[in-house]
């Protein structure tokens, strides 16, 4: 089959780790005779830096034609410490999410067995622990109104949601979690705010729709306290969008790099796939990376083309990496692999997963002790 695949490379290490996903991506397509035709497209920095917007419309003309989207990340640390930058690479994600209609992120944190030592917090915890996190996107606080006074002394920033924003997500995450363990916790802060007080309402009455799904709630601050003691209770977690920005980043630490974490933003149409990490400038260009979020986000986009056995290949690639070691510093700090070979490792199991320990065996002579 033929797939129309935009690759947004993006900032810092994007480029770098979106370029090992497209490496195993051709070898995926080289064993299942596919035919991935890639265009590439520019956001954020180094789109303001090369013709002034964060999102040239040549680049949501691309995606809104393509049938999925793999994105490296955005950012620069020369718009992070000017808060007053009027144009910022941030607003070009945020503007893409909003012009493709992605209102569903997903973010799936699993603790891998072979980097349950890697967590910061205690494998006897962790262990086990498989959530799937779905996030709102397009609304909330992140797309309210905002207002500076004019003495710039008063800031102001609206969130809202509407039943309709609420339930299209919602019934995403029902449906998830029927194919898992048959759990939704619904993440809010309805002590206090209205929106949230919504969302417990609108998904407390389309829970009725679901009777085999157990839904319960949690407060946005008991729920970042219950996900270091006890994350292994959670199966789908459901929020809006900023607590989810907020509790992704924190479930990282379970999986022992943030460098892992892939993700899906899915809307009715066309879909983008990123690692939640963002563009970690300090290491930009200099090939160390973990390029598995970005691989993993490969998996993700197949599985969302219903190219099921061609993800779990990408996964099964993934995990035997981490198995043998062929992994970046991160995880890997006494012998470290540089992002390339990581993405030469993946692309050499998903070609030939038999031969593989003994191929690497050649290849990384003298750069691991692990083989
Ligand atoms: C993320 C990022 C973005 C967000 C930023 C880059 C705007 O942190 O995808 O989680 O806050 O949504
Ligand atoms: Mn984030």
Request: glycine share 6%.
């Amino acid at each position: 089959m033929t797939y129309n695949i935009t690759i947004i490379p993006g900032d810092g290490i994007g480029p770098e780790v979106t370029s090992q996903a497209k490496k195993a991506l051709d070898a995926i397509a080289d064993v299942f005779d596919h035919n991935f035709i890639y265009q590439t497209a520019l956001m954020g920095a180094c789109a303001i830096d090369e013709t002034g917007n964060p999102l040239p419309d040549e680049t949501v003309n691309l995606c809104k034609k393509s049938d999925a989207i793999l994105f490296g990340a955005i950012g620069h640390p020369k718009y992070d410490n000017d808060p007053s930058a009027k144009v910022r690479p941030e607003q070009g994600l945020l503007k893409l999410r909003k012009a493709l209609g992605l209102f569903c992120n997903v973010r799936p944190v699993k603790a891998y067995k072979q980097l349950l030592s890697k967590s910061p917090l205690k494998e006897e915890r962790i262990a086990g622990t498989d959530i799937s996190i779905y996030r709102e996107l397009t609304g909330g606080i992140y797309f309210g109104e905002k207002k500076l006074s004019e003495d710039e002394t008063v800031a102001f920033d609206g969130c809202s949601y509407s039943v309709e924003e609420i339930s299209r997500i919602t019934h995403l995450a029902f449906q998830e979690a029927r194919i898992r363990k048959q759990k939704v916790t619904l993440v809010d802060k309805a002590n206090v705010l209205e929106t949230s007080r919504l969302w417990r309402k609108t998904v407390t009455e389309i829970a009725k729709e679901y009777a085999d799904i157990t839904l319960d709630f949690l407060f946005v601050d008991n729920a970042a306290m219950q996900m270091i003691l006890n994350p292994t209770q959670f199966d789908v977690i459901l929020t809006e969008n900023l607590f989810g920005d907020i509790i992704s980043d924190e479930a990282s630490v379970i999986g022992g790099s943030i460098g892992l974490l892939a993700s899906a933003s899915i809307g009715n149409d066309t879909a983008l796939f990123e690692p939640i990490h963002g563009s970690y400038p300090e290491a930009a260009g200099k090939n160390i990376a973990n390029p598995l979020a970005s691989i993993l986000s490969a998996a993700m986009l197949l599985r969302h083309l219903k190219l099921e056995k061609e993800a779990a290949l990408i996964e099964e690639a993934a995990n035997k990496s981490l198995e043998l070691g062929f992994i970046t510093a991160d995880i890997n700090p006494d012998s470290p692999f540089s992002t390339s070979k990581v993405g030469d490792f993946i692309a050499d199991y998903i070609l030939n997963p038999e031969d593989t320990n003994r191929n690497f065996k050649n290849i990384f002579v003298g750069q691991s002790t692990i083989i």
